[in-house]
């Protein structure tokens, strides 16, 4: 695993975070995890930990913006709170500056947390609406032990007017401002420790588009006086474009791409961000509207997807090495096992059901025979028989879901890293660190199916 | 041009509070015609959610419609007369609270909310939910309202809906639930759905889904929406017609392509300036200056001057009525600025004003509880 994925310690990261875990437990309680089966020993714990972060690399330089961008529940935020040390890693090692914070606790973590701010999403319930906006701003200072009274007091104005507030504001109360001048409060409370790094959780989405680009103005203003990084994490892909260096993308707990901003946007080399990029919606009538939409819901993060976790929703599965169907048959057939996985239609008719999901290509040969198997139980009624031999005949035989990708390839756009973790890259790969699962699948051979 | 559907004319909804008089909407006027979807748009605090309120009614006490004309259908929602002793009382023919009730909302028309998880109870499964709504409005025996509410489900993509069905709303994902409310909203085949802000909360992803999924059952069941939405790019994507709102008032009315590429409101184009680009790299945004001004004391003249780039003189005088602009022969095009030669107040030669727009940022105390600056 070492020449790949992002550089190993590079001189100039300011953080690196190194196959980082955070599992949840799902439940809690006395009986938690433990199950009643009708064998001796009648109980068994089982492990149904939330993965919600699952072995994540990646650096941050210093003075750079690294955007972080995926769908809600795929483990953005408590990525952010794990890196800060908010949260309590599983697994994995956090260098910050030097130190590994995964290993740091008490007050030599206090001391570093210094160093590192967080600005969050809403930001009416980040101010306490009891103190005032003056106050608020000095508090991480004395909690620091920063300054005297009148010090701190002078810095909390001067950040006022810096962020763009009026020094006068230092006596109002947080409900006095509107959304965007609150978010703008609370940039003025993480600065005011000095920080070297700060991590914005989805720090304009609740904002109003002409305010949020007033905030964004103001975020770049500041990181260029002061010199910060910016762990950016959004949802919306027009703000990470703007605002990023480079840019990671996330899905279900691990980064599926990580590339310059440009070259990540211009030149997408894993489906899921082409997919992505495909569902923002452009501010022009005559763009056409979106393409290409993903189907289906998130999997589960309690029980991911083998292989590659995108897999499920992907539309370029590989084809098994065992069969040997044509492009748009397996096509049809990954459609179709979708379906049935969804339950998607009433007809049981095996003619009908060719007639819908395979009308320009039907797979022949072996795995014809298979799906007229599948058929004729979908005919019978025997909905899981049918979806048995869908998935454990093809899905899985997949190398999308027997091994983990992970590859690098060559960036087209600018000179810096790209890393892709998809299988369709296998071939182009400059250095890759595939980790083979438990069932091995026969000798590759080399193919393109891109 | 056959009759619209919905038509409001010169809607006034205010909050009585104790601060003053909120001016929420101030004299609003449009059309939607059969099955196209209109787009309402605006910041938060533009009034939009309260417009459409209006329109089925839903006002609450410190709220009250003052004042207008809604017509739907032919039949009149709300309509106001002047009696003998000439105070205003609502005319015969607007239809009773009962009326309203029973034939109009959820019927006639219905609406999907913002936050989905709100519009649904959360004790009662998602299927009896969508039945016992099937079955009051559609009088349908149980058994019947239960197949109807499957195939609904099936219809807005809930996979496997048979075992859904006996779900509760938290086991549904936001799209889900969103899905499953405009099926609620579907259920009566309405003639309008309102459609609130409803893929707002939603990712990007699950909003393509949902507004492919609109646009489909849209034309499969010819029906008409109201689209409130703040983001130009949904806006973009489905509407045919789009009003824009600023601080209670419509400002710009145009067919889609018109308004993007024709803009004729400074708000508008200032709007569409300040959005990041998700297929273009660009370097500084140029964001709207200042804040939205309260609806308790707006400002004279055309309200948007304060923060207008354009502003002149003689915008904090003239307020400006909605006009026309569109050339003979093409689709109506109305904009509420003086800069226009129809409008011929003396805007070329009234001299520039400073505003927060061409005199920097100052962050001005004009929002809610901000109290004199």
Redesign the interface.
């Known amino acids: 695993m070492s020449e790949v994925g992002p550089p190993e310690s590079d001189p100039d990261a300011l953080l690196q975070v190194r196959n980082l875990e955070k599992h949840f437990d799902n439940e809690s309680g006395l009986l938690a995890g433990v199950e009643f089966t009708d064998e001796f020993p009648y109980v068994s714990q089982s492990a149904s930990d939330v993965r919600a972060v699952d072995g994540v690399d990646f650096d941050i330089k210093e003075g750079e913006t690294l955007g972080l961008v995926g769908?809600?529940?795929c483990g953005k935020s408590t990525l952010a709170r794990t890196v800060l040390r908010l949260l309590e890693p599983t697994a994995g090692s956090v260098y910050f500056q030097g130190a590994d914070l995964a290993s740091l606790s008490g007050e030599p973590l206090r001391r570093k947390r210094k160093d590192m701010q967080m600005i969050f999403q809403d930001p009416q319930s980040s101010l306490d609406p009891r103190m005032k906006v003056g106050p608020i701003v000095e508090e991480p200072m004395k909690a620091h032990g920063m300054l005297d009274d009148e010090g701190r007091e002078a810095r909390a104005k001067e950040l006022l007017t810096k962020v763009?507030?009026?020094p006068q504001?230092y006596n109002r109360y947080p409900?006095?401002?509107?959304g965007?001048?609150r978010q703008?409060v609370n940039l003025a409370r993480a600065l005011s420790v000095n920080p070297d790094l700060i991590v914005c959780d989805e720090p304009v989405s609740a904002l109003?588009?002409?305010?949020?680009?007033?905030v964004?103005?103001t975020m770049e203003e500041l990181q260029a006086e002061f010199d910060l990084t910016y762990l950016f994490i959004a949802?919306?892909?027009?703000?990470i474009?703007?605002i990023s260096d480079r840019v990671a993308v996330m899905y279900l707990g691990n980064i599926v791409e990580l590339a310059e901003?440009?070259e990540l946007?211009e030149n997408p080399r894993h489906p899921y961000t082409r997919?992505?990029?495909d569902?923002?919606?452009?501010?022009?009538?005559?763009?056409g509207?979106?393409t290409a939409?993903?189907?289906?819901?998130v999997p589960s993060p309690i029980d991911p997807p083998s292989g590659c976790r995108f897999r499920t929703r992907c539309p370029k599965v590989i084809q098994p090495e065992a069969y040997d169907m044509r492009d748009d048959a397996w096509r049809n057939l990954v459609a179709f096992q979708r379906a049935v996985?969804?339950?998607?239609f009433?007809a049981t008719d095996p003619d009908v059901l060719r007639s819908r999901y395979f009308e320009d290509a039907i797979p022949s040969g072996d795995a014809g025979t298979l799906l007229d198997e599948a058929l004729g139980h979908i005919e019978r009624d025997e909905w899981d028989d049918a979806e048995r031999i869908l998935v454990e005949r093809f899905v899985d035989e997949s190398v999308c879901a027997t091994a983990e990708p992970a590859y690098e390839v060559e960036s087209v756009l600018g000179d810096d890293r790209h890393y892709a973790a998809c299988h369709l890259r296998r071939n182009e790969a400059v250095a890759s660190a595939v980790d083979e699962a438990a069932t091995p699948v026969g000798p590759k051979t080399p193919e393109a199916d891109d | 041009m056959t009759d619209p559907l919905l038509s409001v004319r010169d809607l006034k909804t205010q909050f009585f509070t104790e601060d003053g008089t909120v001016r929420a909407v101030d004299g609003i006027s449009f059309d939607v015609y059969e099955g196209e979807i209109v787009g309402l748009v605006g910041e938060s605090g533009a009034g939009k959610s309260v417009a459409t309120s209006s329109i089925l009614r839903l006002v609450d006490s410190p709220g009250e419609i003052v004042g207008g004309e809604i017509e739907f259908k032919g039949e009149t929602i709300f309509g106001l007369e002047e009696d003998a002793a000439g105070d205003l009382r609502p005319r015969d023919e607007m239809l009773s609270e009962s009326e309203m009730r029973k034939r109009i909302r959820g019927r006639e028309i219905a609406i999907v909310f913002q936050d989905p998880m709100e519009s649904l109870n959360p004790v009662f499964t998602v299927g009896g939910q969508l039945r016992e709504f099937i079955e009051i409005n559609r009088d349908l025996s149980e058994a019947a309202a239960k197949t109807e509410a499957i195939a609904m489900l099936r219809e807005v993509g809930i996979p496997a809906p048979e075992s859904r069905y006996d779900e509760y709303p938290h086991q549904f994902s936001g799209g889900m639930r969103q899905r499953v409310l405009i099926a609620m909203a579907l259920a009566c085949q309405p003639d309008l759905i309102i459609a609130d802000e409803p893929t707002t909360a939603l990712d990007v992803t699950v909003e393509g889904e949902i507004l492919e999924m609109v646009q489909e059952l849209q034309e499969k069941y010819d029906t008409s929406f109201i689209w409130v939405t703040h983001d130009m790019s949904v806006v973009a994507e489905i509407c045919d017609r789009v009003n824009v709102m600023y601080l209670g008032e419509i400002i710009e009315q145009a067919e889609v392509d018109d308004l993007f590429y024709d803009t004729k409101h400074p708000y508008t184009s200032a709007l569409l300036d300040s959005m990041p680009r998700p297929d273009e790299t660009v370097d500084e945004l140029r964001p709207i200056k200042g804040v939205m001004p309260e609806a308790i004391n707006p400002p004279a003249g055309c309200r948007f001057h304060s923060r207008c780039p354009e502003a002149r003189e003689v915008c904090r005088e003239v307020h400006p009525e909605a006009r026309d602009l569109s050339a003979g022969g093409e689709a109506a095009h109305t904009a509420a600025c003086v800069k226009h030669d129809a409008f011929d107040v003396g805007y070329e030669e009234s001299p520039a004003i400073e505003t927060e727009a061409t005199g920097g940022f100052s962050a001005g105390f004009t929002e809610t509880g901000g109290g004199a600056e």
């Not at chain 1, 949802?235 to 703000?239: A, I, M, Y």
């Open positions: 769908e809600s529940g763009g507030l009026d504001h409900h006095a401002f509107s965007g001048q703008r109003d588009v002409s305010i949020q680009a007033q964004l103005n949802h919306d892909l027009s703000v474009r703007h901003k440009e946007f997919a992505l990029l569902a923002i919606p452009v501010p022009d009538p005559r763009s509207g979106r939409l993903l189907s289906g819901d996985d969804r339950r998607e009433e």
